[in-house]
């Protein structure tokens, strides 16, 4: 079980350009959750999809930010136009199909860095 | 929503010593309760959690305690070691929310040999 794979681990952009970063949950989770780490500050919670599915996105930018989980591959979040306070890590976390109190297991993080 | 507020933001204590982190939650209809801990760079890893049918639960030198009628949960990590140095976060998940936790702001804790 390779637990939650997120890729790349870092990514520089310059101002304006687009970041994705994916994100593959755990073999068998069908739940995708994504959080943004400012440095120095707590976990924000983003998004969360299940396949094909965006169920909750109260946490999203109303402009520029976008998320998809398909039904073939990973989950991916997307950022057009790029400024320096999306500089930030991204974790994704993944859990089971029942709902409900289970574990999140987290991924390793993509850390954007924009100049 | 709901809101999940954590204090202190920074604890400081000296090796052999315990620690205490103290979360409140707004949310009556919030059912679970994880505690993550992040080293420097590195991914929020659970250490322990608790549900709301539960008061209190221990493993080894953690033991998290729930108070339900007042919304609040602590986590107590007893004889402190410099590994123990990390960020600690707690939350709290609503089961009608799917699995979606609300993080607190995070308790740097550092550890003094």
């Known amino acids: 079980n390779a637990g939650v794979m997120q890729n790349p681990r870092h990514l520089v952009r310059r101002r304006g350009q687009e970041a994705r970063l994916r994100c593959s949950p755990v073999?068998?989770?069908?739940?995708v959750y994504w959080y943004r780490q400012l440095p120095e500050e707590g976990l924000k919670f983003m998004v969360y999809?299940?396949?094909?599915?965006?169920?909750?996105e109260s946490g999203m930018p109303k402009e520029r930010f976008s998320a998809e989980f398909p039904k073939e591959g990973p989950s991916i979040l997307r950022i057009q136009q790029v400024v320096r306070g999306d500089s930030a890590a991204y974790f994704c976390?993944?859990?089971?199909?029942?709902?409900?109190?289970?574990?999140?297991?987290f991924g390793a993080g993509s850390r954007l860095t924009v100049l | 929503g709901e809101n999940v507020e954590q204090h202190p933001s920074t604890l400081s204590v000296q090796e052999g010593d315990s620690a205490v982190i103290k979360c409140t939650y707004s949310?009556?209809?919030?059912?679970?309760f994880p505690w993550y801990k992040q080293e420097l760079g590195k991914r929020p890893q659970l250490i322990i959690d608790?549900?709301?049918?539960?008061g209190e639960k221990k493993d080894q030198r953690i033991a998290v305690t729930l108070n339900k009628t007042a919304k609040h949960f602590s986590l107590h990590i007893t004889e402190t070691q410099p590994e123990d140095s990390a960020v600690y976060f707690c939350?709290?998940?609503?089961?009608?929310?799917?699995?979606?936790?609300?993080f607190g702001g995070g308790t740097r804790v550092l550890v003094k040999p």
């Open positions: 976390a993944s859990s089971p199909p029942t709902t409900g109190a289970n574990v999140l297991t």
């Open positions: 073999k068998g989770h069908s739940h």
């Open positions: 999809l299940q396949k094909e599915n965006i169920i909750d």
């Open positions: 949310d009556s209809a919030s059912n679970y």
């Open positions: 608790i549900r709301s049918n539960v």
């Open positions: 939350a709290a998940s609503i089961k009608a929310a799917g699995n979606k936790l609300t």
